[in-house]
């Protein structure tokens, strides 16, 4: 499915706020997002409502792996899935309690600095670095090497969503900073993205593709990320569960829990690799059987 990643600031946000009205329906007001706070006596601690942005296999993986995890706790978790500007705009008026994975302080930098007065950070969980990719037959080592080759490559850089962060940092800074105007940067979907860049692997022949670590794509293929000298895509950012402003004070427990989780790059990639084998539609059960097989990972998110 494709779904934009980050959208610029202007008609597309107005696009994503009305995109937030038609995934989620009516609007309510933050007691959480989700539709209260209080318990029952069946054990329902309450509802937590988590915005999902497909495309984002991090975002995928988290998010489902702590809708198991709070269900297994007693909450009611309701998984909205959303392109990341209406994710934003949901959390910021507390429609949506959380978002799992903005990347910050880089890529959703423009989405933070719009909104971060009706949001806060609950945790930073993991790292993330923007690159270009080539499969590991391919003799180049860094992006200056591309200029000059646009033929090899039939002139042609791979992306992801043309709204995507990565897409703009593309246009903006990299291929200007190394003079690869001569190249078509192809805007289209992450999965595209990923299936053109299997054809390609399958046939050996030279491609050059938006990619970013972790991600599931490293098991699966040997690949190159090539060296980017000038830093135009900037330094890793981190993974950022961002919640609408006051959720820490009124669900303190899951907060709490959510600050003691982290995730290194080996251990997030093999969540995503099985979910991405298992297909569409099993995204909480195989997080459900990874969470089982890795209570030593877990449990010390739950601890005191």
């Not at 003079?179 to 979907?189: A, N, R």
């Not at 895509?233 to 982290?262: C, M, Q, Y």
């Amino acid at each position: 499915m494709t779904i934009t990643r980050r959208a610029l600031l202007g008609g597309l946000m107005a696009a994503g706020t009305a995109g937030l009205a038609a995934c989620s329906g009516n609007a309510t007001q933050f007691s959480g997002g989700s539709g209260g706070s209080g318990s029952s006596d069946d054990g329902d601690t309450g509802s937590i409502s988590m915005a999902v942005v497909a495309g984002w296999d991090d975002a995928v993986a988290s998010s489902h792996l702590w809708k198991v995890l709070l269900e297994q706790r007693g909450y009611r978790v309701n998984l909205q899935e959303l392109d990341i500007a209406s994710a934003f705009t949901g959390v910021a008026q507390g429609q949506i309690d959380l978002y799992m994975d903005a990347w910050l302080p880089g890529v959703h930098a423009e989405y933070w600095d719009r909104y971060q007065d009706d949001l806060e950070i609950v945790t930073q969980w993991a790292k993330g670095t923007l690159m270009l990719v080539v499969p590991e037959y391919v003799d180049v080592d860094s992006i200056p090497d591309l200029k000059g080759r646009e033929s090899d490559f039939g002139g042609r850089i791979v992306g992801v969503e043309a709204g995507a962060g990565h897409m703009r940092l593309m246009r903006e800074e990299t291929i200007p900073t190394y003079g690869l105007d001569d190249y078509t940067l192809v805007e289209g979907s992450t999965p595209a993205m990923l299936a053109e860049l299997n054809t390609a692997i399958a046939r050996r022949k030279n491609i050059v593709v938006t990619l970013w670590s972790p991600h599931w794509a490293f098991g699966r293929w040997d690949l190159k990320p090539l060296d980017d000298p000038e830093l135009t895509f900037g330094e890793p950012d981190n993974h950022t569960t961002i919640a609408t402003k006051g959720f820490a004070t009124a669900r303190p427990e899951v907060a709490g829990w959510l600050k003691n989780f982290s995730m290194e790059d080996d251990v997030l990639s093999g969540l995503m690799a099985d979910i991405q084998d298992a297909g569409t539609g099993k995204e909480s059960q195989v997080a459900e059987q990874w969470a089982a097989r890795n209570e030593k990972i877990t449990a010390p998110w739950f601890g005191a």
